[in-house]
């Protein structure tokens, strides 16, 4: 993929540029600001952005701003977020538009998940820090779900299929899917479509 890297920490930027690169992606811009950020997407079209949220030059959400705006300029972009701390606000604004990630920076540690996150979110699908969906699972408007229920949603919110929820969960598929309908139901979620479906589950989620 071709990927523009958006982080105003130069050893931070540097270490996501070289990661990626030995990774097999091709850096199209490395850049230090949300202004610079636009004017990369606008000129490159990547196949994918990975945003810190704090950026210059306010150094408060510049990031996920700018991001908001290059989807609302290319719908399909794929927006991987990086931030230090958990801010509800910009996984829920997103999250229902696809192709969408949310890692905390420590996350990129780990280099398997990163990596993976980046394909996943690359390809259309989601990819959220388990930070993030644990802090929202505790949330009181999730009452009506089991303990499980509520599990199998916060790894659907992570980005799992029911295939690799099933083979996590020691469970077969058929388990999984009769926990989403279970889910679907008690969140009052009657589209037809799954896929629909499961985004406005996750939007349902993060917004309660």
Do not use: C
């Not at 606008?42 to 810190?52: K, N």
């Amino acid at each position: 993929m071709r990927i523009v890297v958006a982080e105003d920490s130069v050893l931070f930027r540097e270490g996501l540029t070289r990661l990626l690169t030995e990774a097999g992606h091709e850096i199209a811009a490395a850049v230090g600001d949300a202004g610079a950020l636009v004017d990369a997407v606008r000129a490159e079209r990547p196949d994918l952005i990975v945003v810190d949220v704090r950026m210059p030059p306010q150094m408060t959400d510049d990031g996920a701003r700018a991001a908001r705006q290059l989807r609302a300029e290319h719908p399909a972009l794929p927006i991987l977020l990086l931030s230090q701390h958990v801010v509800r606000q910009h996984a829920v604004e997103l999250v229902p538009t696809g192709a969408f990630g949310y890692l905390l920076k420590d996350r990129v540690l780990r280099v398997d998940d990163f990596l993976d996150a980046v394909r996943r979110v690359g390809a259309g699908g989601s990819a959220l820090d388990p930070a993030l969906v644990g802090a929202l699972l505790r949330d009181d408007g999730l009452a009506a779900l089991t303990a499980r229920e509520r599990e199998v949603l916060g790894l659907v919110a992570e980005g799992w299929s029911n295939a690799a929820l099933a083979a996590r969960l020691v469970v077969t598929e058929r388990t999984v899917e009769t926990h989403m309908r279970a889910i679907f139901q008690k969140l009052g979620l009657v589209d037809s479509d799954d896929t629909h479906r499961r985004v406005l589950a996750v939007l349902a989620y993060l917004t309660r």
